[in-house]
């Protein structure tokens, strides 16, 4: 088994833990051999998650006590910040408010859909490690891909939401429930038309909810204030 470590101060917390792999074989794992952390401002952290195959950079926003909690992950470039101008910081932060820990990571390997799904189940790993009970996915783009097929490979997953999804690598959406499934589209996407959130919803089971936003582009920049206030209710509802 390995060892997800916490640091924070001079008091570490330790759990024993492995993420689920989407198959066998030593290429298909990943273990999670411990995690440093530095504080930053706005009480987060800073978070080097070193694993058997490489480390993963990421970014906690920790809510004391809090037994739900979020793994944000980018598109196919990576990233921390997510669409809408970078609205997963924002909504770790206001989260906390909620009694809801929020974990941004950043890939690996960039646009390498079976990496970046390990990587992914390694950020629900350190969230248990550190006392959550329920977890969220929230990906954006080939983000949305990588959650949907790693939410039915975790146990304490409960939610999943995909925003502006690609198909590839998501028709695991049918092996998500009992979890529930959220699909936000702009209907003004150039780059993945709203059709593949569409052909997504078609594929899952309920529970489900398909979200199409008129005038809003790819990146959601469009209806950043309703996209806040839909991800904050449904997280909020489904994690507390």
Known sequence: ???????????????????????????????????????????????????????????????????????????????????????????????????????????????????????????????KGIGAEKVALVGHSFGGAVVIAAGGLSPIVSTVVGLSSQTHGATGAGRLAPRSLLLVHGKEDTRLAPACSEQIYEWAQDPKELVLIPGAGHGLRECRDLLFDLLSAWLVDKLR
């Not at 001079?10 to 024993?16: E, F, H, I, Q, S």
């Not at 074989?25 to 706005?42: F, M, N, Y």
């Open 1 to 127: 088994m390995s060892n997800v470590i916490y640091t924070r101060g001079p008091g570490a917390r330790l759990a024993d833990d492995r993420p689920a792999a989407p198959a066998s074989g030593d290429d298909l794992t990943l273990q999670v051999l411990s995690v440093d952390a530095e504080p930053e401002e706005k009480g987060r952290h800073r978070l080097a998650i070193k694993t058997s195959k490489g480390e993963i950079p990421g970014i906690l926003h920790p809510c004391d006590g809090g037994r739900g909690a979020i793994v944000w992950v980018c598109g196919a470039v990576g990233g921390f910040d997510g669409p809408a101008g970078g609205i997963y910081a924002d909504l770790g932060e206001a989260l906390v408010k909620d009694g809801l820990t929020s974990l941004r990571l950043n890939y690996r390997l960039p646009n390498n859909l079976q990496e970046c799904v390990l990587d992914t189940l390694g950020g629900v790993s350190v969230l």
